[in-house]
């Protein structure tokens, strides 16, 4: 069984920095790609950052590019997501999603595996 | 705002079908497929329709999906209760080189 578990969430002032980690299990964690989501109280969700499996590709959201980096440790099984420069609306719940494990005609393999998510709250 | 557009809301009575839309563009839905997912009320969203029109393995066949040009729809026929839920579509941005999503549909089977 697929399993995905954030961690590392938790109340940071603004400006301030956070790491987040997933732990993977069920699959081979190295054969897939791999995705931050995020959805702020109340709202939709919203596409955070992408890593292929070799960690050789990384795509990122207009509105965290130069404060998030995503990465990898394909040895731990394990994604990050180290956030920096903090502001009030990244006050949300981040989920890990795994993707790569349906063919896609587009090439783009959907999120078929979520994670629980961890709540970041960025607040003075 | 959403790159995708949804309704933000949508019901109908059990055993009913009810039909949520989803609009993108050229650079989205005009290129790539779309992909549907469903949230239960605290729970994390779960894939419900992948490339369009394909359910993973365990999704009734009450739900259905399909794309035509820069838009999609989801289907779900035979209403449940249990069917209450938010409904997002998404879909890969070319331009954006990322996963946009629509703003969510909530479901509400009266």
């Known amino acids: 069984e697929v399993q995905l578990v954030e961690s590392g969430g938790g109340l940071v002032q603004p400006g301030g920095s956070l790491r987040l980690s997933c732990a993977a299990s069920g699959f081979t964690f190295s054969s897939y790609s791999m995705n931050w989501v995020r959805q702020a109280p109340g709202k939709g969700l919203e596409w955070v950052s992408y890593i292929s499996s070799s960690s050789s590709t990384i795509y990122n959201a207009d509105s965290v590019k130069g404060r998030f980096t995503i990465s990898r440790d394909n040895a731990k099984n394990s994604l990050y997501l180290q956030m920096n420069s903090l502001r009030d609306e990244d006050t949300a719940v981040y989920y890990c999603?795994?993707?790569?494990?349906?063919?896609?005609?587009?090439?783009?393999?959907?999120?078929?595996?979520w994670g629980q998510g961890t709540l970041v709250t960025v607040s003075s | 705002q959403s790159v995708l557009t949804q309704p933000p809301s949508a019901s109908e009575t059990p055993g009913q079908r009810v039909t949520i839309s989803c609009s993108g563009s050229?650079?989205?839905?005009?290129?790539?497929?779309v992909n549907w997912y469903q949230q239960l009320p605290g729970t994390a969203p779960k894939l419900l329709i992948y490339s369009n029109n394909q359910r993973p393995s365990g999704v009734p066949d009450r739900f259905s999906g399909s794309k035509s040009g820069t838009s999609a729809s989801l289907a779900i026929s035979g209403l449940q209760s249990e069917d209450e839920a938010d409904f997002y579509c998404?879909?890969?941005?070319?331009?954006?080189?990322?996963?946009?999503f629509g703003g969510g549909t909530k479901l509400t089977v009266l």
């Open positions: 050229s650079s989205n839905i005009g290129s790539n497929t």
């Open positions: 999603a795994r993707s790569g494990g349906y063919y896609d005609s587009s090439g783009y393999s959907p999120l078929d595996n």
């Open positions: 998404a879909a890969w941005d070319d331009g954006l080189n990322g996963w946009v």
